[in-house]
């Protein structure tokens, strides 16, 4: 048991480290996952023929996006809502997981800190055990909390079984991305490419469930996102894929356990690769470095916003059936009666992606503050390197990667949506309603500068001012909230092209203020102390 002592003691201190963070991921993923119930209710089901939301579900795009269907003879609120729903509820405790396992594992080991721990009288196996414990916990009251929310936006076929459900399978499946990530964690000795690889899997879980929800039933069980979407919430109410997942986890754990008896504190079961004997050109230059760090990155986010784009352009034939259907949408999208659905629909869903492009944008900045705290920075400041310059490429990575994703989604809702729409606009509406929200995005990039340079401790809060910025501006105008509150928000500045003429001084204001803020940034970096 000597491997085990002090778990306790480091538990409660893991604790106390998270006591903010961890309170925030549960309630924000329990209220994501029961606070669309009555806006799901009143816009999507109020008034609307079950079959034909049926209809938009079925379609291939849909089942590779969200799964498939279940309980098409009486599609219900509650069925519907856990079709369209559960699969990225379950992602996002996932991640959760994923940050919490490699927070308290790799990341510490490589920080120095396990090594500190160690030096005291703690068992080896202490800090994994109060990690997986800590995750267990974390699960369990986010699979509590999400029961309770759901039960109290009760609707139309939405039983407290099924409500219990669906906490557990947000817990399991947390459950079991913590147990894989403390498992990667024992086989790599650098913090990011655990991270990344976690990640990766996570991509690959997901694109297999989509390919097996189309093609093979097998493969799609083989995906834990898969799995758990064979519960058949508000339908038939299967437990049998939560008690598989829980039983995953705990062997994915007892794996790690056995791996961690056989390595060194700090070491991986596979070495680092050898790098090159001399660095490309490309590396000559704070730019290229900032390039090669985020690269991996950038590429993974280029993928997700293009299938996103694609998957949303893949439904634009289905659109005009399903409006024309709901009292609630017609009048939605009734601002201008010569423009059809479609061009009334693409500002709405340009504003959905621009924040989502906004999150690698503001994660560059950040990830400069994570180099910064892990003491890479020091030595490259050591060199003929002026904080400016390394600063400088780190925005002009970010503001250059928001323009990339924006292309991708433009080009992702046109040719895609062409093979399933005859008279779809032309690409310039869709590149010039896409491109609109830059200096929006750019604003938010420039907080989020602002932050690392001056405030690094709060950077957090340009994501939870995204956050914000989605429920204001997309839920508010399903919502119908007054006008003022989107313009609490750089995204509720931008015009709705091509329903509104596009206004040229907003964005040029907000352009502008980005560069101010940019400018403040950069002269804050360089006189603060590192």
Partial sequence: MKRFAKTGALFRFFLRRDRIRLPLWIAAIAGFAAGYVPLFEQVLMEDVDPSVFVSMMENPAMIALAGPVYGRADYHTGAAYANMMLVFCVIFAAIMNIFLVVRHTRADEEAGRAELLRARPVGAAAPL???????????????????????????QGMTAEGAWLFGAALGVVGWFFAGLTALLAQLS????????????????FYLQRGIGDLFSETLSRLSPLGLILRTRLYVNNEWWPVGILLAGGCLLAGFTFLLSRKRDLGAGFFAARSGRREASVFLSSPFGLAFRQYRNTMGIWALIVFLVAAMYGSVFGEMESFVENNVILRQMFAADPDLDILEQFIGMLNAIMAILTAIPVVGAMHRLAGEEKSGYAAHL??????RRSYFLSWTVLSFGL????????????YYVGAEVVEN?????????????????????????????????GLR????????????????????????????????????????????????????GIALILLVVSVIGYRQRDL
Avoid at 405 to 410: G, N, P, R
Avoid at 478 to 505: C, H, M, Q
């Fill in 129 to 155: 055990t109060a990690t997986l414990l800590l995750s267990f916990l974390a699960n369990g009251l986010l699979a509590v909390l999400t029961t309770v929310f759901l039960i109290f936006f009760e609707a």
């Fill in 424 to 456: 779809i606009p032309p690409l310039t509406t869709f590149l010039i309603s896409a491109y609109s929200y830059l200096p929006a995005i750019w604003l938010v990039g420039a907080v989020a500068a602002v932050l690392v340079a001056l405030a690094p």
């Fill in 460 to 511: 957090a809060a340009s994501y939870i001012y995204l956050g914000l910025s989605f429920v204001l501006v997309y839920i508010g105008s399903v919502a119908r909230f007054p006008d003022w509150v989107a313009k609490l928000t750089p995204f509720g500045y931008v015009s709705n092209y091509p329903v509104e003429i596009l206004k040229l001084l907003p964005l040029a204001v907000m352009t």
């Fill in 189 to 204: 000795e650098n913090t990011r490419i655990v991270r990344t690889g976690a990640f990766l899997l996570l991509l690959w």
């Fill in 402 to 413: 928001s323009i990339l994703l924006q292309t991708l989604t433009a080009v992702g809702f």
């Fill in 381 to 386: 400041y050591g060199r003929a390197v002026y």
